[in-house]
Every structure is written in structure tokens, then in C-alpha cells.
């Protein structure tokens, strides 16, 4: 059967090659339910940091970190749901079959 993904395994990042060669599909879901649920908490920080400045300058730390902890989420999100594609498209490159060859 010919995969019908339009990504060739060599098109994901590296991350997530180490994610699905590491991880399980259960435990990938179990991170990504995890970070999905931190998603709301940075998102609503960072919205109160940019409310609390009253000027450029101030609260710029804040609100830089509150951008990062965002940005570097909406990453982690985005290598942890293409390490469960390639658990979908690719099982032989992952954990499981590491675990139970054959």
C-alpha cells in the first residue's frame, strides 16, 4: 500500500524524528494534551502582560517572556504532532517498533 501523506519522512524536523523514535504514540498524546492545556495559561498571561504596559518600555521583560513561553509552546505543539504523523505514516521509525520488532 503506497503512503498517501504528502510529507516525506526526511521533511519532518528532527525533533520530531527523535520524538517518535522515543516516545510512544499514547505518551506523544498524553505531552500534547498536557501542552494544549498550557496553551490557554501562556496565551492569557501574555495578553496580561501587553494590558499591565502602560508604554514600550515597561514590563518589557514580562511581556518578552510571556511571548517565548507562546512561541516555544506553539513549537513543542507542532514537532509532538508530527511525530504522531510519522507514528501514523511511518511506523517503522518509531518507538513501538523499536520495542517489538517483526
Known sequence: MKNKHKWKYDDYSKWS???AMNYTRDQLNEKLNDLEGLSDQYAKQ????????????????RRAHSRN??????EELNAINNAIEIHEFYPEKCMNNWNNPG
Open 46 to 61: 501574555h495578553r496580561e502582560a501587553i494590558e499591565a504596559s502602560t508604554s514600550m518600555s515597561s514590563n518589557s521583560m
Open 17 to 19: 524524528h527523535m520524538l
Open 69 to 74: 513561553n507562546v512561541s516555544s509552546n506553539y
